[in-house]
């Protein structure tokens, strides 16, 4: 379990990123922060990430 408060480049590499299978994040201000956490995940849902109220998640699971 891997929990951050930003999780960017700098602080979580691609290979411990690669190991979260299942990601849950908050609301974020931009698709660029929703494609850092969730890469591959569709545009409308990064959008709506953006946009989420507060105190709502989003669940991405890979694979």
Do not use: K, W, Y
Not at 21 to 32: E, P
Not at 38 to 51: I, M, N, Y
């Amino acid at each position: 379990m891997l929990i951050v408060q930003r999780a960017e480049a700098a602080i979580v590499g691609a290979f411990e990123r690669a190991m979260c299978s299942l990601r849950i994040s908050f609301r974020t201000d931009n698709r660029a922060s929703v494609e850092l956490l969730h890469p591959g995940a569709p545009a409308e849902l990064a959008d709506q990430h953006t946009r989420r109220p507060p105190r709502r998640r989003a669940a991405v699971r890979s694979g």
